[in-house]
């Protein structure tokens, strides 16, 4: 797909900010710094793990294509990500190894793509400043791994496949939305697209596309023409997505809710109201923006979360004033978009808090938090640009220069970092390889009705589900989610005996 530049880029207009000469190397090493905590993290997908999901289903896909993916998508229509997780699944069948590190290279290089697409579409338009678009993407980027869990939805091919475009095409929309990508008709097609993607890999980007597009529908409908209505009769760029959006969620709401623990059930719990679950997931929205998470509520531990969502937003908005180009008139519209992006997503947060709470106990699963705290962190420079360009805002910073900006986006990623999980990742590094590849080599070996598992050491960042150490048979599975008799169907296998690794490196202390 081939992605040009819009015509006319339009940055938020921040004329009372002192226009300082900034120096490019400040720029290059932020860009090294926020590059390098990515990869560090990117390096750590060869010791991404299958569960029970990839067991299941790829067994299933050795006996019937047809009636696997059939089932699949009646229970889970996400026809983009069902796609991809198929093709994955046969490919490993295929060549009889499970390809966990080559899957996820993959989608995080669909992630690193749609962070630096807008500052890729600055140097095809021979725009002067393209580095600050570059920081932004990379910066929020680096933001998504440093601040929560991961393995969900970045070390896990089952989820991965899903939430991860999901969050791609999101950061893309949103970088595309704040440099005034909806004034060109590129732009709002390319948009379209992303919330296309979102919408068919999960039911949660359906949410948001249904949202995103019904604010873009009424103010293209509702705003005069003259008075800044940039684009009259281009409702079919959102009208396409939101239908997709509310085929996607009628599906998942006529052939989920029966079954238990599904993740997503749009509809009422038994025994609750509508007022009850829309107040419980608005007190938990409002907990979740302030910073805590759903496993902490004590006030000290959202502070840094808090502090770093706001020194990230000031950051970016203020790497937004350096762009060059664009009217007075086309910077507010490009804050008005932005707003109604930052809307969106916040309402698709609430949306999946309402729909998860009967089966999760409010929050739901740890990739819809994921999902939730990036999308959160992106609404705050939304919201700081219009800040800082109303009157009080240029007021309270007055000769606050955009060479913070840099500075600022940093110090924004590296507060709520946490190193010491990668500090024991990594010394297991090997032993974690060595184990994946000996249950593979074990559960394929011929003529052999035993296999060995072993729990790979995994500490800190990789956080699989694990099984404890025993004999299963298939007449007698646990009762986690049925993950031994999900291993023994797939290698066709009578006995699993799970051991834990004894060549695992201590971690540091």
């Known amino acids: 797909m081939q992605i040009s530049a819009p015509k006319q880029m339009a940055p938020l207009p921040f004329d009372s900010l002192k226009q300082a000469q900034h120096s490019p190397k400040l720029d290059f090493v932020a860009v090294g710094t926020l590059f390098g905590i990515i990869v560090v ?11 029970s999901d990839e067991y299941d289903y790829f067994g299933k896909l050795r006996h019937g294509i047809g009636s696997a993916v059939a089932a699949r998508l009646w229970w889970s229509p996400r026809p983009v990500s069902e796609f991809l997780y198929g093709a994955y699944g046969l490919l490993a069948n295929y060549f009889h190894r499970p390809f966990i590190g080559s899957f996820l290279a993959c989608l995080w290089l669909g992630l690193l793509l749609c962070a630096c697409a807008t500052a890729i579409q600055g140097c095809l338009g021979k725009r002067t400043t393209p580095l600050p678009d570059l920081l932004i993407g990379l910066g929020l980027a680096a933001a998504f791994v440093t601040s929560g869990p991961l393995f969900q939805v970045f070390y896990w091919p089952a989820g991965a496949v899903a939430y991860l475009p999901t969050l791609s095409v999101t950061l893309l929309l949103f970088l595309q939305v704040s440099s005034g990508a909806l004034s060109t008709p590129r732009g709002r097609w390319l948009c379209g697209v992303c919330l296309m993607v979102a919408a068919l890999s999960t039911e949660i980007g359906a949410i948001l596309a249904v949202c995103f597009g019904f604010l873009e529908i009424a103010d293209a409908s509702l705003s005069p023409r003259g008075k ?9 760029w959102w009208l396409l ?61 959202a502070i840094p979360t808090l502090l770093s969502r706001v020194l990230i937003g000031v950051g970016v908005a203020l790497l937004w004033s350096r762009r060059n180009g664009g009217s007075s008139t086309e910077g507010k519209r490009t804050q008005r978009q932005l707003i109604m992006l930052a ?8 949306g999946a808090l309402f729909a998860t709470y009967p089966q999760f106990g409010l929050a739901g699963s740890e990739r819809y938090e994921t999902l939730r705290r990036c999308w959160m962190l992106m609404t705050f420079p939304a919201v700081a640009g219009v800040v800082l360009q ?14 913070f900006g840099p500075i600022l986006l940093i110090i924004g990623v590296l507060l709520p970092w946490h190193v010491s999980p990668l500090q024991r990742e990594y010394p297991v590094y090997s032993a974690v390889l060595r184990a994946t590849r000996r249950n593979f080599q074990s559960g394929y070996q011929r003529d052999a009705q035993q296999m060995t598992f072993v729990v790979p050491p995994n500490r800190g960042v990789i956080t699989p589900q694990t099984l404890e150490p025993g004999a299963y048979t298939p007449t007698a599975p646990p009762t986690q989610n049925n993950y031994a008799g999900n291993v023994l169907a797939y290698f066709g296998k009578e006995v699993l005996v799970v051991r834990k690794s004894s060549d695992a490196a201590q971690p540091p202390h």
């Open 343 to 350: 809307c969106a997503l916040i309402g698709a947060c609430f």
């Open 41 to 51: 993290y990117l390096g750590l997908v060869p010791l991404g793990q299958w569960q």
């Open 241 to 301: 997505p939101v239908i997709a959006g509310v085929a996607v969620l009628w599906w998942a709401a006529a052939h989920r809710i029966p079954v238990p623990g599904s993740g997503l059930s749009v509809g009422l719990g038994q025994g609750e109201d509508a007022t009850t679950r829309a107040t419980a997931a608005a007190r938990e929205l409002v907990l979740e923006l302030l910073g805590f998470s759903t496993q902490a509520k004590q006030p000290l531990s």
């Open 228 to 236: 800044g209505r940039a684009y009259p009769g281009t409702i079919l």
């Open 390 to 403: 109303a009157h009080r805002g240029r007021r309270l910073l007055p000769n606050l220069s955009p060479s």
